[in-house]
Structure formats: C-alpha cells, structure tokens
Nanobody, 115 residues
Framework: QVQLVESGGGLVQAGGSLRLSCAAS????????MAWYRQAPGKQRELVAM???????NYGDSVTGRFTCSKTNGKNTVYLQMSSLKPEDTGVYYC?????????WGQGTQVTVSS
C-alpha cells in the first residue's frame, strides 16, 4: 500500500517562509519524480512544483522564483521550500507521485498566509 505523508504546513505572515516535507512509503524502488499541488477554497487543484532526482524541477508560474522543490536522490522524500509567501498561496498542499498508470496522493497539509 503506497502512502504519501505531508508535514510542515501552518500559519505564517505574508513575506514569511515554510518548508513542506513529503515521505512516500510502501514503495520498494526509488521514485523518479514527485510533485506538489495545491487547492485553494473554491478553486481547482493546481500544480505548484514537480521535481526529479538529479535536481530537475518545474514550477507553476505563480511560485517561480519563490518556491524551491527538492528531491533526495535514492530516497522517496520531497521537500518544498516556500519563501516570500503571499496570502494567495493559502490552500491545502498535496504531495503527488505516480507509478505506471497509478497516481498517489497524500492527505494534504494546510498552509495559511495572513496579510
């Protein structure tokens, strides 16, 4: 049973920083790519960042330059360092990965940025 567990969310003032973590279990091999999505109230879930072993990463337009995604080589753990946070970054952040046609999601962690 594949499980993704996020941690690190919370309440922060605008301009502050948070670091999210996600660990995958139940997988016996190293995942190549893991991703972060977020969903704000009343909005669709959107891609925040996608990062792969070896340092490759892609970001959503709204977070480029402020967020950094990193994945440890050989480990099924992904991090999202969020800086210069804005109120519009508020939402539930979900960890995501896939294997073949199977997609896996974490339970989400709440990030709230106050103005």
């Amino acid at each position: 049973q594949v499980q993704l567990v996020e941690s690190g969310g919370g309440l922060v003032q605008a301009g502050g920083s948070l670091r999210l973590s996600c660990a995958a279990s139940g997988i016996t091999y190293s995942l190549e790519t893991m991703a972060w999505y977020r969903q704000a109230p009343g909005k669709q879930r959107e891609l925040v960042a996608m990062c792969s072993s070896g340092g490759r990463a892609n970001y959503g337009d709204s977070v480029t330059g402020r967020f950094t995604c990193s994945k440890t080589n050989g480990k099924n753990t992904v991090y999202l360092q969020m800086s210069s946070l804005k109120p519009e970054d508020t939402g539930v952040y979900y960890c995501n990965t896939w294997s073949g046609e199977n997609h896996y999601w974490g339970q989400g962690t709440q990030v709230t940025v106050s103005s």
